[in-house]
């Protein structure tokens, strides 16, 4: 035995091959939420999120995208209000997420940060984010950045989420779509496309283990009662 005395046996648990690698699967197409960041009238980053879960259908997955026109501000509503509910709603629905914002000032909009800063770490004793997928994306007006997806990647890790690999960064976004605002063919929609193909398949793998994924025994030691009351946001 090592000698780890640190350790509480009661909550320490090898690694589950059975719970890693199940013999029955899902079978229902993969969900995928997309949220974009701008409530422009022509907005790119929802133009470019519209692309994304064209090619998410046509690689099988059932897709939902989230408007956040009319969602308030972090804490100046409660979350009874009709928007902040449909997007819980639409987290928990979800196995996976592609998030993609505009670069504002080095940084990702406050439109998307508002969106995930209404989603919790923990929802009626659930996370609704843990374990699960995301993409990350961002346009860009002038020169190509990769300041907003490094960001959302942090916010992507704060959330418990398995952030794949592969990211896409769109420069000079003005040109990459046509009229009717859809994006023309280019390296850049490839590159969006590889991301889909990679997060389907990163959802498809790991859905069905997503709990055992992410099963710590830190947490396993704390009580539900005390995590909520760590993490609460009226406690900061």
Same mark, same amino acid.
């Given at each position: 035995m090592s000698d780890t005395p640190q350790i509480d046996d009661e909550h320490f648990r090898a690694t589950d091959r059975s719970r890693l690698f199940p013999t $029955?699967?899902?079978? *229902?197409? &993969?969900?995928?939420?997309?949220?974009?960041g701008s409530l422009r009238e022509r907005s790119y980053s929802e133009l470019m999120t519209g692309e994304a879960a064209r090619v998410l $259908?046509?690689? %099988? !997955? +059932?897709?939902?995208?989230f408007d956040p026109r009319?969602? @308030?501000?972090?804490?100046? +509503?409660? !979350?009874? *209000?009709?928007?902040v509910a449909e997007l819980? $709603?639409?987290?928990? =629905?979800? $196995? %996976?997420?592609?998030?993609?914002? @505009? +670069?504002? *000032?080095? &940084?990702?909009? !406050?439109?998307?940060?508002?969106?995930?800063? =209404?989603?919790?770490?923990?929802? %009626? %004793?659930v996370r609704p984010t843990q374990g699960k997928t995301l993409a990350v994306m961002q346009v860009c007006g002038g020169s190509q950045s990769f300041n907003t997806v490094n960001q959302l990647r942090i916010l992507g890790r704060w959330m418990r989420?398995?952030?794949?690999?592969?990211?896409?960064?769109?420069?000079? &976004?003005?040109?990459e779509f046509d009229e009717a605002g859809r994006m023309l063919p280019s390296p850049f929609y490839d590159r969006m496309v590889d991301v889909m193909e990679e997060l389907?398949?990163?959802?498809?793998?790991?859905r069905d283990i997503k709990d055992h994924l992410v099963d710590r025994y830190s947490e396993r030691k +704390?009580? *539900?009662?005390?995590?909520? !009351?760590?993490v609460s946001q009226k406690n900061i």
């Open positions: $029955e699967q899902s079978t *229902h197409p &993969a969900r995928i939420l997309l949220l974009h $259908e046509r690689l %099988g !997955a +059932e897709t939902r995208r009319d969602l @308030p501000l972090p804490d100046s +509503e409660d !979350a009874s *209000h009709p928007k819980r $709603e639409l987290v928990s =629905w979800s $196995e %996976g997420m592609v998030w993609c914002s @505009p +670069e504002r *000032h080095g &940084a990702m909009a !406050a439109v998307m940060k508002s969106q995930i800063d =209404w989603i919790p770490l923990s929802l %009626g %004793g989420l398995l952030t794949i690999p592969n990211q896409s960064s769109v420069p000079k &976004a003005y040109n389907l398949r990163f959802t498809l793998l790991t +704390e009580s *539900h009662a005390q995590l909520s !009351a760590r």
